[in-house]
């Protein structure tokens, strides 16, 4: 059963990710150490006794459809009121509209634990708090007033509606419609596919944002507009009114994520039949203008997925490492009792846990940073306030897509290291891969993520931020190297090597760009996005080992070190020269 690793979030949070130097100079003059250590623990404890006890209920009994309405599994109805209750979709909201106004990083590291909990029941207040987003910072008074502070207490849901059977990752076909009605409302047409929780039994309403497309709009992403559809309208005094002309049709049946719902939306079909066909929705932000909206409530859920990947691998992380510790096989060579030795004791078997662990916890200082890195930019103004901005935009397509691939990959070796166990389900290892499996498909694939860094984030600051960043680590290294740790081994050289290949095929990008070598650069995205985050992920876990200097941190900062941090020169061998092979096997593919 999953345990929160409490003291493990908070000393990442704190001496990691930068909120203890943080809270130390002021920036966050109402967040003390004491509160920091309250909302991790108590959050830890729901998602452990709460959330995790229903995750394989939701499994097996996933979410069910009948006349368009949606009934979640047994008990978590009554888990999600608890959750609410309890203040925690209210965490990071906007104090404005009843939230706590709490720094993003006591967000994210609440969403690790509910997402660690069950990934099935985090994902849907991700979308809710990444519409309270949206909301505040495009609407309009009016619909902030009207809406945000039962969206902000989790009274009321959230969706992001942007996918449809012919526009997935490329919104330039986007076929819904939108008409003006006259009175500033607008009725919406078309169906939306792949929407997560957009109907469930969770609230008595629904927030749908919606993208669609006006009349006369400019094709292409410049002519698509962002528009709020509340399941049921809300009355002036905030009451339900009637119900929208919108509904769901459909929900998939998934390889994994079984208990939150992924529906098929219609908008627009006559199912409000006392009125003229149409979903009744008001306009946020400006008209053509919608991508940029919904690019806000995007950013925070790629985070958020992000989050899921490290979530899943710190749960698939513990189950092996006890079933590790209970199954008994062999003779392992430093087994001196009698029997057979728990397989912990076999070196391959501690090879996959130390690769599962070291994984989770540098995905996890990579995602906390990028939270820091948003809080700086919130609490900041002017030249620094662009600088934290810059570093948040370069972390984000590396959370979310170094994290979600770690989240498989930990969780396949967590089958692995069960053995045939792993392949049945009731151990729950199986479980935990399927879920893993979506995070690096929705929210945008890794490959974008990957293409966003390469294309859009290098060049930030005339291609020089990412080398300020890249000085940083440097920086923590000789710290290490001067640190006189004992058990540390070659860790500073090998973790020098890894950012001196960051640094190269950093340069080797830009340059690929500035020269028009686009398809060149494109062929290395993913590879790079990979070696981006070992090198970085081995800075933090050097920057552990020199805070804390406890045996078992240095131990797997050692291991990292010398065992998988030199992934980074073939990764960088594949950048700088992968592409003519690529291009050359890859032609032999097309046939369309």
């Not at 087994?335 to 057979?340: H, P």
């Not at 300020?468 to 640190?483: H, T």
């Amino acid at each position: 059963m999953y345990r929160a690793p409490v003291d493990e979030i908070v000393f990442t949070l704190k001496h990691v990710a930068g909120l203890q130097a943080a809270t130390d100079a002021g920036t966050f003059s109402e967040l003390t150490e004491d509160l920091v250590d309250a909302i991790v623990g108590e959050a830890g404890r729901f998602a452990s006794e709460e959330v995790a006890p229903l995750h394989a209920i939701g499994d097996e009994h996933g979410a069910v459809l009948k006349d368009a309405a949606v009934t979640m599994p047994p008990g978590w109805k009554d888990l999600y009121r608890r959750w609410v209750e309890g203040g925690w979709n209210a965490l990071s909201g906007p104090a404005e509209f009843g939230g706590q106004g709490l720094p993003t990083m006591l967000g994210v590291a609440a969403l690790e634990m509910w997402n660690s909990g069950s990934m099935a029941f985090g994902i849907g207040p991700t979308l809710t708090m990444g519409a309270v987003e949206a909301i505040e910072k495009h609407a309009s008074d009016t619909l902030k007033a009207k809406y945000l502070e039962k969206l902000v207490s989790g009274e009321w849901m959230g969706t992001m509606n942007l996918t449809e059977p012919q526009a997935g990752s490329d919104l330039n076909a986007l076929r819904a419609r939108a008409e003006p009605v006259g009175d500033g409302t607008y009725r919406i047409f078309g169906q939306k596919i792949f929407i997560t929780y957009g109907e469930h039994d969770f609230t008595d309403n629904i927030v749908h944002l919606v993208l669609a497309r006006l009349p006369d709009a400019p094709d292409g992403t410049r002519g698509i507009s962002l528009f709020l559809v509340p399941k049921f309208f809300v009355e002036d005094d905030g009451s339900l009114g009637a119900r929208n002309d919108v509904f769901c049709s459909s929900i998939e049946h998934k390889l994994g994520i079984h208990a939150s719902p992924t529906c098929t939306m219609i908008y627009g079909d006559g199912f409000a039949k006392d009125r003229a066909p149409g979903a009744i929705g008001w306009l946020v932000g400006e008209e053509n203008k919608g991508l940029a909206c919904m690019f806000t409530m995007m950013n925070n859920a790629r985070l958020a997925v992000g989050m899921q990947g490290v979530a899943v691998a710190e749960t698939a992380t513990q189950k092996a490492i006890a079933y590790a510790n209970e199954r008994r096989q062999g003779k392992a060579a430093n087994w001196a009792s009698e029997g057979m030795a728990p397989i912990v004791h076999h070196a391959d078997v501690k090879r996959n846990l130390l690769t599962m662990q070291a994984l989770t916890r540098i995905a996890r200082a990579i995602s906390y940073a990028c939270a820091h890195a948003i809080d700086m930019a919130n609490a900041s103004d002017g030249e620094i306030r662009r600088h934290w901005q810059d570093r948040a935009n370069l972390l984000t397509p590396v959370a979310k897509a170094f994290s979600t691939d770690i989240g498989v990959e930990v969780a396949s070796l967590g089958v692995q290291v069960h053995g045939g166990m792993g392949f049945i389900e009731e151990t729950g290892a199986a479980c935990l891969l399927r879920d893993a499996r979506i995070a690096p498909i929705y929210e945008g694939t890794n490959g974008i993520q990957a293409i966003d860094l390469v294309t859009r984030k290098l060049p930030q600051d005339s291609g020089e931020h990412v080398h300020g960043y890249i000085s940083e680590l440097a920086a923590v290294v000789e710290d290490l190297r001067q640190s006189n740790v004992e058990g540390l081994g070659h860790s500073a050289d090998r973790i020098e090597r890894a950012l001196d290949d960051l640094s190269e095929t950093t340069r080797f990008l830009q340059a690929a760009l500035a020269e028009g070598r686009i398809e060149e650069a494109l062929a290395g995205a993913t590879p790079y996005l990979r070696l981006f985050a070992v090198a970085a992920g081995a800075a933090y876990l050097a920057k552990g080992a020199v805070a804390d200097r406890s045996p078992s941190r240095v131990a797997l900062c050692r291991f990292f070190a010398e065992n998988l941090a030199g992934e980074t020169t073939a990764l960088k061998e594949r950048v700088i020269t992968g592409a003519d092979s690529l291009a050359a096997a890859g032609a032999a593919l097309v046939t369309a």
